[in-house]
């Protein structure tokens, strides 16, 4: 089970990390900074089909967004 808050706190962090705005990211994977915002707050979380895509644009492996150890 994956806890949308930590989800959107890796996510928040991988993005700070990198110097992207949620503008930045939520441009390169398509996707408004509403949706980035409502992400990193954990009141949804991102489509499994563009997981791969933020990731890349973070720089991390889907498995640290995930919390996967």
């Given at each position: 089970?994956?806890?949308i808050g930590s989800l959107g706190k890796r996510?928040?962090?991988?993005r700070h990390d990198s110097g992207l705005t949620q503008k930045d990211l939520a441009d390169r994977v398509g996707v408004t900074a509403q949706a980035v915002s409502k992400w990193e707050r954990g009141g949804s979380c991102p489509d499994i089909s563009i997981l791969d895509e933020i990731a890349d644009t973070l720089g991390v492996s889907v498995s640290s967004l995930l919390g996967v150890k």
């Open positions: 089970m994956i806890d996510i928040a962090d991988a």
